[in-house]
């Protein structure tokens, strides 16, 4: 098998469906509500779900025994990205974070009766739901080990006390994946179980929605309390001690997936930036002749290309069933930092209009600084790079002239 | 067909085998002349060659017919990388520049009777060849419209007077690819011709070796100086006047292959920080538990992933057939600055001894400044980069959200 | 005289005393409005300005017989960096966009009338203004001699045409000094006249205000109409036709006290991620302790100092009445760019906590983006900054080993 | 006293002919010796030494009673700079590293007779001396404190063993300070002691001289042998164990004084592009006038006023008496890092000539890369930054506004 780009048929006929759905569906419904959705409006959601339905590319992630269009991840790459050009086609296409994530990790994880019972509502689009595992300072931030919150054994089920932060969805989920410690302590590498919790529980309330530099995640971001939280054994999520293992299974794809949407930023960016220096006439000639303007829009094209070739990379490496967590943190940081300067330049190709809010700039600016930040952040996947590649030099022993030389089976380092 | 990332077995073996090769052969020779074959040893280009021939991993990039292992460009890609962990490798293979690429040119265009004669030796080993185009300001530089060498028709063939400088190989090869205006004035985008000119040609003088920052070119970088070099009409390669054409012809691939032997260099210069990271003790730990060595640790293999993905990536395109022009000037740019990156990062990491000739990262950072340079400065690379973008951009017409918003075909912008 | 960098200690108590003020006084507002004033709120400013009064730091910049404090501009740099702590302390001061630049440009331009009716009640705090140069596309913008609202000769007077656009702080302006075109076209160097015109003149319109990425502008950005706007000849500032000419006279200094108040925002921003750095634990040891954190704090310390220091060289060279075009484009291209680096280095340092409203970094993230563009892009400096240095190499002819080989004068190249 | 930037006249005068002298003398004889005096030819250096005596130029740092020119820190940053546009214009007025740091070492620490017998022909050029305090890993390199050479005491004096590289200027040179440990153990902070070591001791040897990236340094580096190298008590620098302390004294003003002469070097490179960009036409227009190529100049403008800038105020800093480490460690990073930008920048706008040697910015390129290494990596430098910063954050204790919000001294954070 040799190297090869080509985008199979299928997925390339979705992506397309997929343009044209963001274009005369989202990017309309987008400037309505100019890109702000943490208040989590429901008809607006259900709207551009029955839309992308109607237009055949819903849940282009979902097994198809889930309803979904069950593309791998190297298919989703393509169309997360055109979904991606508007910052609501993902929720249009029900693949935004973190239901994506959790409807991944429930079809790996959960019990058949769990992934009636949470994963087919969801998958349909019926449910929303959250992710609980980060917590505030000293709890688990981008040192998962961290983990705080406690589960302690009751009879028939386990009663959880904690405190959760920056929960993205929280708010108007149906349930919530709750990373709690159910041995060791904070600092352990172990002892963590993931738990289901319904949202009419009791024991666990939203506290307040944190107030964010972007607004385009449905629902926003909340503060947790979990006060005695009961919930029965069938809660669990996998086995009892295994939530951070289960973690993993969740973030490798789940970080992919987020660069696949994030591109799709970028490129929206650069085209306005495009368009912009296309048109615009400035010391007597076109902006786009402008040696600055075209090193910033030439910088762009790099990083938006560089971006889906390792991204791209990366997916195949996991769609192959490969340990991809180098590639996915090389990806991950790559990506993140890459659309960051390509808004960026943007904004300063487009002067003054760049900062208003007369074109979207402005709001994809505020949007993607978060990037480097969430799913682990560049620091702590830059530590986890050196380290890994460290450790292998290590096993080649020194003076040796590394590593094969060239890759020959198309991994990462 | 998906997109696929596996490399064929056939490739995989001869990548490993050059490995091998490189490790027991090359480097101890490298080592021995310190990277330094500017005054072009015979011998040691012999016995390069004779033992890579022995090994099986000889003119990798060679068509069948002409004795080579008849890879296409992802099949180099592999290999040329790993002969590119050292600064010899790709001239113990024969797929050093200029020899490879002009290998290719001749295939491409020369008649048959010019490729028993030119071609067949040079494939083989047994001669070398240079490319003069490069010219003294004003001539011919990064923009090569600036042509100012200049070819008269004579009864019977051409005569050629002109100046080049910075041609690569020039001492001691057998012929010349010579470019010469037959037409127009210096600016004009058409007019050239391309000329095969013999060493032996009277009209044709080295001027001199030109000093310069990098040593590991074989025969180094010379001028040359044409005056009255008088040729017959079998001399012209391919037809009058499409000379520029055919430079685009030879310069897709070669600004790829080079990539790819960077690639390696880059390789190189990581697997020495590493090796030094791990071995290392500083301020009471691991040279690598330092963060802030991690970071550049980190940061280099992110820049050779990434350089290895989209550097396949052009090379896939071009194997298609297809017009690449615009990931190949995108490859050539951020390669050769990330491979200056990572080779930088391993000279700080390394500290004193990175500097010192004790170990090969300051002969590895001579050889790697010109690369941003040669084959196209990064300015040129994109000034070309922004115009193709801005010209698609125009295209699609402002206001339309752009481009298909996803590559469903697998080609760039 | 020698090189000197004690700060006089008149100022030094002024900024002492500011310092006081702003964490007593102004942090606690800003905490209030959460650094939004583009509603301008007139009771807030109005109590803040008695605080700073009462506080003896009101008016540093303004000349002593119009009741300020009448430092130069070295001064200022001291105390505004001082007030600039706070995005509401330049304005608690009274010397914050655009007013401060306005008050200079009175000063230095208009005639004892004008002063009297503009400059006193503007410089007491009892008034604001704004400067109304810019405009749409294909208006006057980073090239103002784009300027194509024009002036035309009434009986009497002048009657203005034209739309400008974020005008900053024009919504509530008791007057605007517009700039128009008394002569020549679009694109020519000449011919721009400065109007002082009356908040209440009906030929006058704030059209919009415009939404935008910063919030902490006093009165927001707008767009202003001016449809047949009649004024007297008195209400000519300066001479006819010398319109570009004060519009430097205005933005040299402009430039300056913008950076001097970016600078404190650049602080507080070092500040809160020194205090989370040494006070949060992850990955079993301080954030402090991390390496690249400790990378990102140290960057930042680097670029508030160099910012300084290269900051009150520009003051001193226009405090000498030098030309000091270069050192100002310098200064702030420099500042602009190192401000926006040290805020988001420390977002990322903050981690989630960064993003969110809890701390103010969020919104000076959001604050500081249009640094690099207010007061001239980065792109415009730099084209100018090389236009000065390259006309500087030709005066002294090629080969020469250059300007005198250090500065003697203190001067800029 | 308020911030001023004028230089004194006298400092001036002699900065002035320090240029004239340069281009007259030390230029020449650069181009000579292609930048290349690692061999340490005695009649090239005693030629531009007489030469810079007679211009008046010679031994601008020395304190007049040793017949110098008496120049504080801030005369010295004038006029090293203009010294430093050639390579070899330090060594000419006797003010190049190491030679200078020792003076002012010797002139600190020494006893009377110390000063006369090893100090007085130092200044007067007649010897010249190195400073042998880096060891090969594990020994003193980044970290002073890993120091493993050692000093036993004897009857009468000391008997020292260990290893030293780097040591630059110590073939050929007249004596050695050399570092030993005269107690506790590598790692520790303190033992440390100074020994000054004549070249005759039989107990010292040029074991080798190392190759390196850089030919700048006059003698080259060389690595020592120590073996049972006997010493009387007089040969004691200072007092015992205080050897790390007054390693502090020199290397404190040894930074800023490396960073002066950088400086010369980046003005150097920076006017060669500048030329170069003023005189070649390309793309149908002169150089100067395509807008990479002027990012490029105005971004070396840029980091060169920046430079000496924040140079000057760290000069002052230690000129007033007061600890400037901090503004010593940010000004050595930021100067050493910027002047690397510059050299490169002049690289890339030259193109093939830029790393020819037909113009010696190749020579420069070579020679700049050290300065990020010599004298403290810039990751050291960074990391005492970052300590001292949070150190300082610590003191206020957190929610506290911070230091003073301005500084109101002069004085760095």
Redesign the interface.
């Known amino acids: ?8 048929p299928h ?3 979705i ?2 469906r ?2 044209a759905f ?2 005369e569906h989202v ?1 309309p419904a987008e400037e309505e509500c100019r890109g702000d959705v943490h208040a989590g409006p429901e008809p607006l959601r259900r709207g551009l779900q029955e839309a992308a339905r109607a237009a055949g590319v819903f849940a282009p992630h979902v097994p198809v025994r889930w309803g979904g269009l069950g593309l ?1 991840l ?2 989703q ?3 997360f ?2 979904a991606g ?1 508007s910052l609501l086609g993902p929720l249009a296409l029900n693949c935004a974070a973190p239901d994506e994530g959790n409807t991944h990790l429930l079809d790996a994880v959960a019990t058949e009766e769990q992934r009636a019972r949470f994963l087919a509502p969801l998958a349909a689009g019926e449910t929303r739901s959250c992710f609980a595992m ?1 917590e505030p ?2 709890g688990a ?3 998962p080990r ?1 983990l705080a919150t406690r589960a302690e054994r009751i009879p028939g089920g386990w009663r959880i006390d904690g405190r959760k ?2 929960i993205s969805g929280a708010d108007g989920a149906a349930f919530t994946i709750c990373m709690a410690r159910t041995g060791g302590e904070p ?1 352990d590498p172990g002892g963590a179980t993931m738990f289901l919790i319904d949202a009419g529980n009791p024991g666990m309330k939203v506290v307040r929605n ?5 607004r385009a995640l449905f629902g926003g ?1 909340s503060e947790l309390a979990l006060d005695a939280c009961e919930v029965a054994d069938d809660a669990v999520l996998g086995e009892v001690h295994r939530g951070f293992e289960y973690a993993q299974v969740r973030l490798g794809p789940a970080r992919l997936t987020h660069c696949m949407r994030w591109l ?1 930023v970028a ?2 960016a ?2 306005i930036a ?2 912009r ?8 000639g076109r902006l ?1 002749e ?6 910033q ?3 762009s ?2 990083d938006i ?6 991204l ?2 990366a ?3 996991l769609d192959q069933g490969r340990p991809g967590a ?2 996915t943190s ?1 990806a991950k ?2 990506v993140s930092e890459a659309v960051g300067r390509v808004v ?1 330049r943007a ?2 190709v487009c ?8 074109i979207p700039l ?1 709001s994809l ?2 949007e993607v ?2 990037f ?2 969430y799913d682990g ?3 702590t ?3 986890a ?3 890994r ?2 450790r ?3 096993e080649r022993g ?13 991994g ?2």
């Open positions: 098998m040799a190297i090869e780009f080509d985008i199979d997925v390339a006929d992506a397309r997929t343009t963001v274009r990017l791998d190297r298919g790459a393509v169309v990205e055109a050009y980060t300072s000293p931030g981008s040192d961290a932060w920056f600092g944190i107030g964010t530099l972007d971001h799709g490129r929206r650069q085209d495009l368009d220096a296309a048109g615009r006439r400035a010391f007597g786009a402008l040696g600055m303007v075209q090193q829009l030439a910088d094209e790099i290309e560089t971006s889906r070739a390792v791209w990379r997916c195949w490496e180098q590639l090389i940081t790559f960026d904004v300063q002067g003054a209009l760049g900062i208003s809010e007369d402005a600016y505020r600084r978060p480097r930040i952040p560049s620091e996947h830059r530590w790079i050196a380290k590649a460290v292998a030099a290590r020194p003076g040796e002239p590394a590593r094969e030389a060239a890759p020959t089976r198309g990462g380092a």
